[in-house]
């Protein structure tokens, strides 16, 4: 009897792994520019609240890593001209 299993193939490699890292550390820096900012509770700054970097910079570099994310979970392997 052998005690070979069958192979599985490897969904990932380590460059998969390495645009994941990339991906999840751009959607970081968009959580990152979208906080911050000091408020007064006695009174409401529109320009704190609502300043470029939140409202618009972040959501872009959001959107930006999870579209990284998504080539990295789509990408294929390089083929090996060996093999």
Not at 2 to 12: A, C, G, H, R, T
Not at 49 to 77: D, M, Q
Request: charge should be positive.
């Amino acid at each position: 009897m052998s005690d070979k299993k069958p192979s599985i193939p490897v969904l990932f490699t380590k460059e998969n792994y390495m645009w994941m890292l990339i991906g999840a550390a751009v959607v970081a820096l968009g959580l990152l520019l979208m906080s911050g900012g000091k408020n007064e509770p006695n009174q409401f700054d529109y320009k704190v609240v609502y300043s470029f970097r939140r409202i618009t910079l972040a959501p872009i570099v959001i959107v930006l890593g999870l579209l990284i994310e998504i080539y990295a979970i789509f990408k294929k392997p390089k083929k090996n001209a060996d093999a």
